[in-house]
């Protein structure tokens, strides 16, 4: 397929705008990028895509998310509100993930994938638990994201919260489940090992976790000094920091994602960075759960990896970018903190670094000949200037989510004039609204 008239941005390590652009797409792959003019003079049999001068991008990815929170959103939690994150936690998430049946974990996942259509986004990185119906969740949660076309990559979170035979059951799904997947970089589909966080994991889990992950080749998906409360519980239970118990449990490395790192200190930073470790980044969460604000600067000047997540909020990652880019100003009384080209990096970058760990090869994040055909079309025609060196404040300033009218992942395209193609939105919006009331009645009654 030859998309012809757009405003191309490529990204990458040189970033072009190629006005009145052309690319190809064959299978899942770029296979060429040039003028309209010349694309159009190469390949004159190739089925065109008149873009009619919208903007192109390379698809947005999401390093750290949660599927099974959607049916939070607009929820009412009885008592009084949470006034700290373990509050949070027992009120709101532990209510809602013991209340999951597995048909909600596929509606769910349904309703986040529709989402990430909507909204550009093609490759997710997904962290899951329902402990009432652990067997088969992160099946029911694949078999969603290969209806939508998209990527994701899935893990069980393992958790002593709710007893030890619930541990082994969470044990042992991801390695059930990834045992039933290839690494490859066309499968829609990647594993690897969930715990929940240092917080509710003994020594003797980990250790579980560690010998069980070794043997199947995994890395980890943990949520790591999120809140002060992992810190101290961490000192309480072992006399060390989170990520010293986590290094010394052997869960750090370059396949393993900790989750936040908002309350890591210059040692922790360090550990992180000797090992490989990424970090992800959820400006959003942090800010909502009033957490605190990711040392994320400090990170990267130590030569930390970090990606930029959503920890369940919108698959705008727009959104997220536009977080990123104001917090670390406020917090730091610094309107010279998170430029607006470091919040793309993230975005861009170094998410399309992290998910070549689960898809060894795949390129994301960028277009270029060779890359993956994973795109978005955005209708914005901007009243300035528009280069690829100002990109990234067109994003952050003018751009919307509703701007996005077209989809591609992997070749594929997932939606077209704001119309997705793979999924019935309709009729998931009306049996999710079902499953939610539904799940709603249950964590009153709990
Ligand atoms: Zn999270």
Redesign the pocket.
């Known amino acids: 397929m030859l998309i012809t008239h757009t405003r191309l941005a490529t990204l990458g390590d040189e970033p072009r705008l190629i006005e009145d652009g052309a690319l190809l797409i064959k299978g899942d792959c770029i296979t060429a990028l040039g003028t309209t003019a010349e694309l159009t003079a190469s390949y004159p049999a190739a089925e065109r895509w008149d873009a009619a001068g919208q903007l192109v991008l390379p698809a947005s990815s999401c390093a750290?998310?949660?599927f099974y929170g959607a049916f939070a959103r607009g929820m009412a939690i009885p008592g009084e509100p949470a006034a700290n994150f373990p509050q949070i936690l027992e009120r709101l998430w532990w209510r809602l993930d013991k209340a999951l049946t597995l048909e909600d974990v596929r509606y769910s996942a349904l309703v986040c994938l529709v989402d990430a259509i909507r909204h550009g986004t093609t490759t997710l990185i997904d962290?899951h638990a329902s402990p009432n119906s652990i067997g088969g969740s992160l099946d029911a949660i694949a078999e969603a994201v290969q209806e939508a076309g998209l990527r994701a990559c899935l893990c069980y979170e393992v958790t002593d919260r709710d007893g030890p035979e619930r541990a082994q059951d969470g044990i042992a799904e991801n390695i059930r489940f990834a045992k039933s997947q290839i690494p490859n970089p066309k499968s829609q589909i990647a594993a690897t090992f969930g715990l929940h966080a240092s917080l509710t994991l003994s020594d003797e889990t980990l250790a579980d976790c560690v010998s069980a992950a070794e043997a199947c080749g995994l890395g980890f998906h943990i949520?790591a000094a999120?809140d002060v409360a992992d810190q101290e519980d961490s000192l309480r239970k072992a006399g060390k920091r989170v990520i010293q118990r986590l290094h010394d449990a052997g869960i750090l490395g370059p396949r393993t994602i900790a989750?936040?790192c908002v309350h890591v200190d210059e040692s922790e930073i360090e550990l992180l960075a000797e090992t490989g470790t990424w970090v992800t980044h959820?400006p959003r969460?942090n800010m909502n759960n009033g957490v605190g604000v990711a040392p994320v600067e400090a990170m990267l000047r130590a030569s930390v990896n970090v990606g930029l997540?959503n920890?369940?909020f919108s698959n705008q990652m727009f959104a997220e970018m536009k977080a990123a880019y104001l917090v670390h100003k406020l917090a730091q009384r610094d309107p010279r903190a998170m430029p607006g080209d470091l919040v793309m990096r993230l975005a861009y970058a170094e998410n399309g670094r992290l998910v070549r760990v689960f898809w060894p090869g795949l390129r994301l994040g960028e277009l270029c000949e060779g890359a993956a055909a994973d795109l978005a079309f955005l209708d914005y025609h901007p009243t300035t200037p528009l280069t690829a060196g100002n990109l990234p404040w067109h994003l952050l300033f003018g751009v919307e989510a509703s701007a996005i009218t077209a989809t591609i992942c992997a070749g594929r395209v997932l939606m077209r004039d704001r119309r997705l193609l793979t999924l019935d939105e309709e009729a998931i919006t009306a049996r999710s609204r079902e499953l939610a009331a539904q799940m709603w009645e249950r964590i009153n009654e709990q």
């Open positions: 750290h998310t949660h962290h949520h999120e989750a936040h959820q969460s997540g920890d369940g």
